[in-house]
């Protein structure tokens, strides 16, 4: 199903590969984070030493405009998974390796800019992230930012990262 001229416009934004800059990430966070995900030491550091890739896309299934994520960092020996979150805010449960089983709702943020809000928890309840996904002009370039704030008992802690659409 064709998206409307209006919604085509926005949705373009997102569409395409989009690597990690690596200039505004704190490692020594996201390293935290996925300790506090339960990720085993080696997935750490061969995850850390990845450059996170991934394909984008803003299709319409079932009537309803939906994010597709592929994870492109991933050798296509492993799989590249593939993700649909639909964009109405329904929650969904799906499981992503290494994470364990995971619920989630994506919802665009009406008003100005390009904003998608995307809410993720561990099934069994141990953490929570909350994201904020935008696309941003800097300089007359576009760049997707991902601002997460990741929720594990007392802990608190933020992530930002920034990718450049490279295709």
Do not use: C
Request: no cysteine; glycine share 8%; proline share 5%.
């Amino acid at each position: 199903m064709a998206i409307e001229k209006l919604e085509a416009d926005w949705a373009n934004q997102w569409r395409g590969t989009w690597t990690s800059t690596k200039e505004v990430e704190d490692w020594a966070v996201i390293e935290k984070v996925l300790t506090l995900q339960g990720i085993p030491w080696m997935i750490r550091k061969v995850g850390l030493a990845i450059t996170p890739q991934d394909g984008l896309d803003i299709v319409v299934e079932n009537g309803v405009p939906t994010l597709e994520v592929t994870r492109l960092s991933l050798p296509k020996v492993l799989g590249q998974p593939v993700y649909r979150f639909p964009l109405d805010g329904t929650e969904i449960q799906y499981d992503d390796a290494p994470f364990g089983k995971l619920k989630t709702s994506v919802k665009r943020v009406e008003g100005p800019g390009n904003v998608i809000h995307h809410e993720v928890a561990s099934v069994d309840g141990v953490w929570t992230v909350s994201n904020d996904w935008s696309i941003e002009e800097e300089n007359g370039e576009h760049f997707h930012h991902r601002r997460s704030v990741f929720k594990s008992g007392d802990e608190v802690l933020n992530v930002h990262q920034k990718f450049k659409k490279t295709a």
